[in-house]
């Protein structure tokens, strides 16, 4: 349990757009949300590496044009041992310090994960040689409801405190929606002797739909209630981005009220209800002179 003076500290993750359009909300969001002061902001990797130079781009434009701390996902999927490691020294030459390290997931259609002959197996392979490469911030997954493709629960929790003993620094969850579940994991990992940082990963819902197949791919239980919470509002955006921010700010209190003090959210590269969320949690912008910085918002 932390102190109740323990200062909060948030993390937001973002995905490469894919055109025009979608880049100019991404930047729209990230100057939104960096008056927070975010403790870094990661950038997603798609699966099979299909996103490794957008994912390099954007990290290489927020470290150039931005005060934030960039955090890109590397992953063991799509690149031999050599290229990945390639990779990481090219991100420390370039200033970057913290990496999010991933065996990643298997490209659409694979079924199920093979590693390649000449990559990285795990992500305990991978935090292993990246240690070797440069002293990196490490962040990894974790999954409070068990990794979909974990032979048990017991040995979902020896993986990740493989990754711990690996090199890793911090376990960010999956996201999950009821709080007992995150605290059951919590003390799970308590008493496997785990003492890094567990932050619960929270996803705000913008669609519905789009959570539920989220759920199904990686694991995540959707509450009943919850369920009942958003049914037929497809069509009603006004009460869905009320309700979501609601559900969401319920979460984070409650998590609060357990002793956390360190959240990342998922922003699906929206600024509205992840600010909102943390504004309720008692974070205020912070002045362009101090920690946080404003993005550069293409003309």
Known sequence: MTSAAEPLRVSFEFFPPADAAM?????????????????F????YGADGSTRNRTHQLVRRIQRETRLTGAPHLTCVGASREEVLGIARTYWEEGVRHLVALRGDPPQGAGRYVPRADGFAFAADLIGALVKVAPFDISVAAYPEVHPEARSAAADLDNLKRKIDAGATRA??????????FLRFRERCAAAGLTCPIVPGILPITRFPQVLRFARSCGASI???LQERFADLEEDHETRRMLAASVAIEQVQALRAE??????FYTLNRAELTYAICYA???RPKAASGAASHAKVPA
């Open 223 to 225: 509450p009943p209630w």
């Open 259 to 264: 002793g956390v003090r360190e959240f990342h």
């Open 41 to 44: 902001v990661s950038v997603t």
């Open 23 to 39: 880049a100019e909300l991404l930047w729209r969001s990230m100057e939104r949300l960096a008056p927070l002061g975010p403790s």
């Open 281 to 283: 949690l008692g974070l």
């Open 172 to 181: 960010i969850t999956q996201f999950f929606f009821e709080t007992a579940v």
